[in-house]
C-alpha cells in the first residue's frame, strides 16, 4: 500500500492537471509543463518500482522455509541497492523542478561563470538570458542575491 496509494493518488492528480493543460491553445510554456509532469512520474517510478518489488521478493523469501546464508546475502544487498535507488528520489524531485526556473538557471549560469567554467554553447547563455519566467518579475531578477 505504501507504494500503491502514493502512485494511484499521484496519476490520478497528475492526469488531471494534463488533460487541462491540454484544453486550450498548446503554448511553449504547456508543452514544457507536460515534460516536466512525465519526468517526474517516470522518475517515480524508475527509482520506487525496484524497490517494492524487492520488499515482494523479500515477503515471498522469508515464507520459504529453504533458507541459505547465500541467498539471504543477496537479497540484503539486492534491498541495500534498491533502497539506495529510491532515496535517490528524493534528490533528482527538486532538480527536476528546479531546472525549469530560468531564475535557477540564470544563477546556477552565474556561478559556474564565477568558479571559471567557460561556457560550451553561447546558444545556451542566449536562451538563458532572453527568456522570461513566468513567476519571477523583472524586478525580482534584479536582485545579485543567490540562492542554493
Not at 27 to 54: D, E, G, H, R
Not at 87 to 100: G, K, Q, R, S
Not at 124 to 134: D, H
Amino acid at each position: 500500500m505504501g507504494f500503491l496509494l502514493p502512485s494511484f493518488v499521484m496519476i490520478v492528480c497528475y492526469s488531471c492537471i494534463l488533460h487541462q493543460l491540454r484544453c486550450g491553445t498548446q503554448s511553449l510554456k504547456k508543452q514544457k509543463a507536460f515534460k516536466v509532469i512525465v519526468a517526474v512520474v517516470v522518475v517515480f517510478f524508475l527509482c520506487w518500482t525496484p524497490y517494492n518489488i524487492m520488499i515482494w521478493v523479500e515477503m515471498f523469501h522469508f515464507d520459504n522455509s529453504n533458507e541459505t546464508c547465500s541467498g539471504t546475502t543477496s537479497l540484503e544487498k539486492a534491498k541495500t541497492v534498491t533502497t539506495t535507488v529510491g532515496f535517490i528520489h528524493c534528490c533528482l524531485n527538486p532538480i527536476l523542478y528546479a531546472f525549469v526556473g530560468v531564475k535557477f538557471r540564470r544563477q546556477l549560469m552565474g556561478i559556474l561563470r564565477s568558479l571559471g567554467c567557460k561556457m560550451a554553447s553561447a546558444k545556451l547563455q542566449s536562451a538563458v538570458r532572453n527568456r522570461k519566467s513566468s513567476i519571477w518579475s523583472e524586478s525580482a531578477d534584479t536582485s545579485n542575491s543567490i540562492a542554493i
